[in-house]
């Protein structure tokens, strides 16, 4: 097509088989939007366009991704909110004949499996080395492995316990997110061949998120650099393994937990911990038992 298309916060700039999205920067710009800064995405990675009125005088143009084309949408699971959906285009309501123009036009380029999943991803997930705080740990992606590193303010005695950890993408069978803006949001990597994983906070292969930690426009672009990393790694025809659903683990070891409350008193006696620091953490442990 050549064409572009410029609407409130995004601009869209139309190829002979792909659109090229271009998220603009400013305090308006949701901060995930601008962590992807641009996205190419193929026509066949498309199920289908929508056009629909919008809020205060506006018209969205919306291009809807193929399951599984996408690792960034794939991850999100319908988590986002509204204003982040990087397929969304916001114009103006008195651009609404040329937004019905660039949907037809874009529906007239969708590839012949526009109604079935894909099978690969058809979309580029955002490019390690990656990092982020969550609440109890640092996470980090440098491509070929994904590390944890736990913060003794934050992580629970069974991570504290397992250690930092370490794992290869080949190793990975998929990765599940839940937003932080969501009650006990975290990052979990499901490991092939693994048991059913417990609790977030109990499990050395999950960060949980909080307040401030694990936000989404820095963990959903990890998670989704780590499932196209999995996916790539896993021989062809052989599906990702599906999410298994949570369990519940058993009350952790009070000896751990009496363990971690005279490190953290260790601290506390050397200065390193304000007396409001080491109440919070204390009652913390203490909670778990």
């Known amino acids: 097509m050549g064409d572009v298309l410029a609407g409130l916060q995004a601009v869209w700039e139309f190829d002979t088989d792909s659109v090229l999205i271009r998220f603009e920067r400013g305090i308006r710009t949701p901060r995930l939007l601008q962590a992807l800064g641009e996205r190419r995405i193929p026509y066949e990675a498309l199920a289908a366009v929508e056009q629909a009125p919008g809020k205060r005088g506006t018209v969205v143009l919306r291009a809807v991704p193929r399951p599984g084309a996408d690792p960034l949408m794939d991850v999100a699971g319908g988590q986002l909110k509204e204003a982040c959906d990087p397929y969304r285009l916001v114009l103006p309501a008195e651009r609404d004949a040329l937004a019905e123009y660039y949907a037809d036009?874009?529906?007239?380029?969708?590839?012949?499996?526009?109604?079935?999943?894909?099978?690969?991803?058809?979309?580029?997930?955002?490019?390690?080395?990656?990092?982020?705080?969550?609440?109890?740990?640092?996470?980090?992606?440098?491509?070929?492995?994904?590390?944890?590193?736990?913060?003794?303010?934050?992580?629970?005695?069974?991570?504290?316990?397992?250690?930092?950890?370490?794992?290869?993408?080949?190793?990975?069978?998929?990765?599940?997110?839940?937003?932080?803006?969501?009650?006990?949001?975290?990052?979990?990597?499901?490991?092939?061949?693994?048991?059913?994983?417990?609790?977030?906070?109990?499990?050395?292969?999950?960060?949980?998120?909080?307040?401030?930690?694990?936000?989404?426009?820095?963990?959903?672009?990890?998670?989704?650099?780590?499932?196209?990393?999995?996916?790539?790694?896993?021989?062809?025809?052989?599906?990702?393994?599906?999410?298994?659903?949570?369990?519940h683990t058993g009350r952790p070891d009070p000896g751990g937990i009496a363990d971690r409350i005279r490190h953290l008193g260790a601290l506390h006696d050397a200065g390193l911990l304000t007396d409001d620091e080491f109440s919070a953490k204390k009652a913390q442990l203490l909670a778990e038992l």
């Open 105 to 247: 036009e874009m529906r007239d380029a969708l590839g012949p499996y526009a109604s079935e999943p894909a099978d690969r991803h058809l979309v580029a997930a955002p490019a390690p080395p990656m990092s982020f705080k969550a609440y109890d740990g640092k996470a980090s992606f440098d491509g070929a492995s994904v590390a944890f590193r736990w913060f003794w303010t934050g992580a629970s005695s069974a991570k504290w316990k397992a250690g930092d950890q370490r794992f290869a993408v080949g190793d990975l069978a998929g990765v599940e997110w839940r937003s932080p803006e969501i009650a006990g949001g975290y990052l979990r990597l499901l490991r092939r061949d693994a048991a059913r994983p417990g609790e977030a906070d109990q499990d050395p292969a999950a960060v949980v998120f909080g307040m401030g930690y694990g936000l989404v426009h820095e963990s959903l672009p990890f998670a989704a650099a780590v499932l196209a990393a999995a996916r790539a790694k896993t021989p062809s025809g052989s599906p990702l393994a599906p999410l298994p659903g949570p369990s």
